[in-house]
Every structure is written in structure tokens, then in C-alpha cells.
């Protein structure tokens, strides 16, 4: 796990990865994750979602309505942003489709950390890689 928000009714959600390997020629595959336990600890429900978004979950911050905000490095290198409804469904009145990537180069990008500000917008921070120097990179982002 790389991170970890409270949701306001106390829920406890981590982000990271999750990887299954099989041993047979297909590899390994992995997915982001969103790990939800109750405020007790007990693990609940988790919330998978595909590689080709991002690789894993880098940051998650939990806005004030309870929506769940992941941040990761894309498969591409792009910054990558899910936003998700209390349930887990992608929230689709962000970004049409509750997923938003940024990009600041064409080399990898690196996600540090998300925050919220007080007017409610996403403010996501990292840095991307250029040819011969890493640049910091800071995205902020309409809730």
C-alpha cells in the first residue's frame, strides 16, 4: 500500500497494487487497488481497476462528499486521476468518464501525493522525467 485516506463515516481506504502471477506463459497481471477496510480494521470490499489506467494507486485523498480520489503513474506515463462515487463506480460527471490524465513531457511521469484545497479542487504533485533532467510537475484539477 502507498497510501491512505478516511472517509468521513470513518471507513479506512488504502491505495497500492495488486499482482497475480500464474506461472504459465501469460505473465503476471497486475491491477490498482483501492483497499477498503471498516474503522475497525476489518478488510472489506476492495476496488480493482485496470493497468492500462495505472499501474498502482501512488496517493488517495477522500473529498468531503466521499468521493474517492486515486492518483497513479499511467502505463504510458502520463499522471492518471480516477475519481470514484462512495459505492466504487467511476464517478462520470468528472472528465466524462471519471478518469482524467495529464501529461508534462514525453518521458514518465511520477506521481508524489494528491490534496484537496478548500474550494474542492484536486491539486495532484510529482515529477516527470525529461532527457536529462527530472522537472517537478504539479497538475490542479476542477472537482
Known sequence: MNDLAIQPDGTIRAGGGTQACGGGPGGCDSWNTIFRFSS?????????????VMYEVDAIAVQDD????????????????????????????????????????????????VALQANGRIVVAGRAEGAIHSKFALARYLA
Open 40 to 52: 475497525e480494521g476489518t478488510a472489506l470490499v476492495s476496488l480493482y481497476g485496470s493497468w492500462t
Open 66 to 113: 466521499g468521493k474517492i480520489i486515486a492518483v497513479g503513474a499511467s502505463g504510458d506515463g502520463r499522471f492518471a486521476l480516477v475519481r470514484r462515487r462512495v459505492g466504487g463506480a467511476l464517478d462520470k460527471t468528472f472528465a466524462a468518464d471519471g478518469i482524467r490524465f495529464s501529461r508534462f513531457n514525453r518521458n514518465s511521469g511520477f506521481v508524489a501525493g
